[in-house]
């Protein structure tokens, strides 16, 4: 989460809520980035009062990857779930993702209505195409920020890891591919933001985003 402090509250009580329903052991891990507003203070109090939450805090904005990265790393259950702070997924359809997982290694989201800004969404159309062109990453929607993975391949994964952006979502998927990875995807609901600001739509940082797509490629291809 960055500077999610109107969403952190109710992402926090609905991942509690179906978690509950679906596994005896879980925990809800909230990575603050280094945010300006209250959102690290309201998820230590949330962790004060209930032992399931657990937070990761970075002094400073780090980025997506590297938020990502630091949940991952501290994730201590088989199964690991992935989920943008935003309350733009129903946290409900993770069932849906559970299953899916008997196929594979890796679950991805893809939206099946994409609710964010035009630009963004034309951005996302040209990153999928240049991702699926690079990579042979076939799935949808690679920036789609519901997704669950098995822990043992986080384990081989984790190491390798660089991306500190958005970056991350391809590397992962590209990383796990050469691992013999199984990935598939199902598709879920995604809603408009009620409140806070998304990051990482502006064109500097799209463009920023396909540079390193590219050295990337350099590096594993």
């Known amino acids: 989460m960055y500077n999610e402090e109107g969403n952190i509250e109710q992402a926090v009580s609905s991942a509690l809520l179906v978690l509950a329903e679906l596994a005896d052991s879980y925990e809800v891990i909230v990575v603050d980035d280094g945010g300006r507003d209250r959102t690290g203070e309201i998820a230590d109090r949330l962790a004060a009062g209930n032992p399931y939450v657990r937070v990761v805090h970075h002094p400073n904005n780090r980025g997506y990857g590297a938020a990502l990265r630091s949940g991952l790393a501290a994730a201590r259950y088989p199964l690991v779930g992935v989920v943008d702070g935003g309350n733009q997924f129903d946290l409900g359809e993770l069932a849906i993702l559970l299953r899916a997982l008997e196929r594979g290694d890796i679950v ?24 699926r062109v690079l990579f042979h990453i076939r799935i949808r929607d690679v920036n789609c920020g519901f997704k669950i993975y098995r822990r043992d391949l986080l384990e081989r994964l ?6 500190s952006g958005a970056l991350i979502n391809v590397e992962m998927l590209a990383r796990a591919r050469t691992h013999g990875a199984k990935v598939t995807e199902v598709g879920v609901h995604h809603f408009p933001r009620e409140t806070g600001q998304p990051s990482g739509g502006s064109f500097r940082v799209m463009v920023r985003t396909c540079r390193e797509l590219v050295a990337l490629w350099r590096v594993l291809r």
């Open 108 to 131: 991805c989201g893809y939206r099946i209505t994409q609710h964010d800004p035009l630009i963004r969404r034309i951005y996302a159309f040209m990153y999928n195409r240049l991702a």
């Open 158 to 163: 984790l190491p390798q890891l660089r991306s």
